[in-house]
């Protein structure tokens, strides 16, 4: 389906990365806004996800405005989501730098169920209750990770980018990519059992 910023896929709208930046090098600096609206909300997400807790907004906002000074350097014919999500990381890492690596997993949970899809009316309450209580599972089983495996499944996972988008944001070979997240899910496993059966383990 097309609509008027772009099609419509699996749920999302998706604009023509390349264009817009395009339109910007061109001397439409305006038309970075399409880059923000389509990418805001992944990009919190990841903020989030990665340990920004209450300094996820600044945290987006310094690295979009990072990745605008930037587009003279993005590579053409690249994709602009990893590649901003890999700003996101940085940007995440230096602002959390000084603090404790470990946050608290229900100020993540808040913002991912805020991003996510509401849980309809009609459905189950029990079924509901479960749902979000494994969601609070998984986040907090996701600080007994080390960084770089909790990167690499909130990436692939929560954000569900393919092996190749992640390799590209996190900067690794997908080889690495494969082995992290094989140990990160073992791990996980091991705290949560059966909540990742069924997952591909990359061997």
């Known amino acids: ?15 023509d990365d390349a264009a817009v930046i395009a339109r910007v090098r061109s001397g439409e600096p305006e038309a970075y806004a399409e880059l923000v609206r389509a990418y805001t909300g992944i990009a919190l997400r990841a903020a989030v996800a990665l340990g920004a807790g209450a300094d996820a907004e600044d945290v987006v906002q310094a ?5 605008y000074q930037s587009l003279g350097r993005f590579r053409d ?3 602009f989501r990893p590649w901003l999500l890999r700003i996101v990381a940085n940007e995440t890492r230096n602002t959390v730098r000084s603090a404790s690596r470990r946050r608290a997993a229900t100020g993540r949970e808040a913002a991912l169920l805020g991003a996510g899809p509401a ?3 009609s459905a189950d309450p029990a079924v ?35 092996e190749a988008e ?5 900067g690794w070979p997908e080889g690495t990519v494969k ?13 949560l059992p059966g909540a990742w059966e069924g997952g591909d383990e990359h061997e």
């Open 1 to 15: 389906m097309r609509t008027r910023e772009g099609t419509l896929e699996g749920g999302r709208i998706g604009i």
């Open 63 to 67: 690295s979009l405005f990072k990745a």
């Open 77 to 79: 014919g690249s994709a």
């Open 119 to 121: 849980i309809p009316e």
């Open 128 to 162: 509901a209750a479960l749902a979000e209580e494994r969601r609070r599972r998984l986040l907090a089983a996701l600080d007994e990770l080390s960084e770089d495996q909790r990167r690499v499944v909130t990436y692939r996972y929560l954000l569900e980018m393919s």
């Open 166 to 170: 992640t390799a590209e944001a996190l």
């Open 179 to 191: 082995s992290r997240l094989n140990r990160g899910l073992k791990k996980l496993r091991r705290i």
